[in-house]
């Protein structure tokens, strides 16, 4: 049967077309051929000049538009700063007989209101100044805020308080040491009988014989004026530092709007939000005899959640510094503390769940530490550089900030030796170091051995993992800038905000994909 003229075309154009693919074929081979024949050659080459040839290995691919450069969505920003908060302030301006007399006669403090820090802050005039540190940690914009110096838990209830539920803390609570317990009934016995010495005269003359019989006589009017002391002494800064709960007075704050750590990325990505923990005050005598006859174990306090959950902000850990880190040549009331070791100083570990932009998830750890005044930490930092490294390797990307208190004989780099040998890099070159110890601070005080001119106290370190070492999903940062947060703000009329300026850093932010790591390991299981 003769075929149509319509079918001979079709059957033209059929044998064309796989005419066509059978060519493209044949160059897609001789393509691949020449591919394997090219690494075949590279596998000749000695292993000690490889590494020269541009040829990027298939063993090791590379990690988020960090290394690779895709036109992906940009990566989301996280904003960490480190501030030291100066609660242990003592009046600068204000005479100190005027300072004494006021605290020992009057429950009172005496000093200058834009130059000096209350010696009882949490009073009710003295406030102003934690409303305006808690304003300035809000507009800092920061996503994770660590704070030092930070002495009680009722210095955090009340910053809490002006800084609302924008943010949650995260602590590790400490009972009072033996020795600021015995310091701090001593002091409350010491002015209590300054009181009765300066009263009882004008009680025995003022008032009528009958009404001193019902008082007890003598050793009931001082116990009546311990009591009182006490009762009235309890938000010195005094009595926080002695008796504060704050382990190592370190704090770490996590804003809960954040798009990196906040709640409704977490939320979006099925992460489990723990609740803020419910706040319970105690006032007066019943909270001073509390702290002084506690002997309850270390516990994790708010924001506390169970050791193996890593989807939620928790308290990981909390370690205290070797006693053999002792302050040498330090001098004033930072010298006594750090000799008595009355508050021992530590390292605060909190974990956090962080979100990339592609909704992949890890863990960030933050470290954050207050290291001792006018000392050689060499030995201290050399520990903790170890200790780093060892989260970095088998936990997650750590982040390391505080008030590290360098000496300024000695150059930055020397002194941070330990923490680079470590694997630790900063996040500013210590070569052109942020000023956060300012002389132009009104709070700021100049001691030859410690800070004798203005300097950077604060750093930032960041510690990870190479991505060939990776396996497991690791959250990825890169320091985008670094600077002094808003120093402007510690020079508006009204109580000064701390002695530092916070310092902040702000990171680029991707999580490994997981599929991307297990062909990683794979990948390094095959030798080319």
Known sequence: MASSPAAKAFGEIGENFRASLLAVGDGAKKVGDSIVDSAKKVGDVPSS????????????????????????????????????IAIVTFPLVAPSFRAFVHLCFFWGSAHNRFSDVSLVPLEASSLGRLAQQADYIRQSDADIVMLQEVPGKAFVDSLMMFLGSEFDCHYASRPPTRGAK???????????????????????????????????????????????????????????????????????????????????????????????????????????????????????????????????????????????????????????????????????????????????????????????????????????????????????????????????????????????????????????????????DPLTRSDEACTPHSMQLDFLFLHQQPPQAATASRCRLKAIATEATRPRSFFVAGSPLSDHYGLSTSFAVEVDDLQTVLLSTLGRKIDF
């Open 49 to 84: 000049l490889r590494r020269g040839l541009s040829m990027p290995s298939p063993a090791v691919p590379t990690f988020g538009s960090f290394s690779s450069g895709s036109s992906g969505p940009p990566p989301l920003k996280l904003k960490i700063m480190t501030w030291n």
């Open 182 to 440: 015995l310091m701090y009934l001593g002091f409350t016995l010491f002015f209590a009988t300054m009181q009765f010495l300066l009263f009882e005269p004008v009680l025995r003359v003022f008032i009528l014989p009958y009404w001193i019989d019902l008082t007890g006589g003598a050793l009931g009017r001082w116990l009546l004026l311990v009591c009182i002391r006490a009762m009235m002494m309890r938000t010195s800064t005094i009595v926080q530092f002695l008796l504060g709960s704050v382990g190592g007075q370190l704090v770490t704050l996590r804003r809960r709007t954040s798009l990196v750590v906040g709640d409704r990325r977490l939320a979006a990505s099925t992460a489990t939000v723990a609740p803020p923990p419910a706040r319970r005050t105690t006032h007066g005598l019943v909270w001073v005899f509390s702290r002084l006859f506690s002997s309850r174990a270390p516990e994790h306090a708010a924001g506390a959640a169970p050791e193996d959950d890593e989807s939620v902000a928790r308290v990981a850990d909390f370690w205290t510094f070797p006693r053999d880190a002792k302050a040498k040549g330090a001098s004033g009331h930072l010298g006594v503390f750090s000799s008595l070791r009355l508050r021992p100083r530590g390292v605060l570990d909190v974990s956090f769940p962080v979100v990339d932009v592609e909704g992949r998830r890890a863990t960030l750890r933050v470290l954050n530490t207050h290291l001792p005044h006018a000392c050689d930490t060499h030995a201290l930092l050399t520990a903790f550089g170890r200790r780093i490294a060892q989260t970095s390797s088998e936990h997650a990307t750590v982040v390391v900030g505080g008030d590290f208190n360098p000496l300024p004989s000695t150059s930055l780099a020397s002194q941070f030796g330990p923490l680079l040998a470590a694997g630790c890099e900063p996040t500013n070159g210590l070569e052109s170091p942020v000023i956060t110890w300012d002389f132009a």
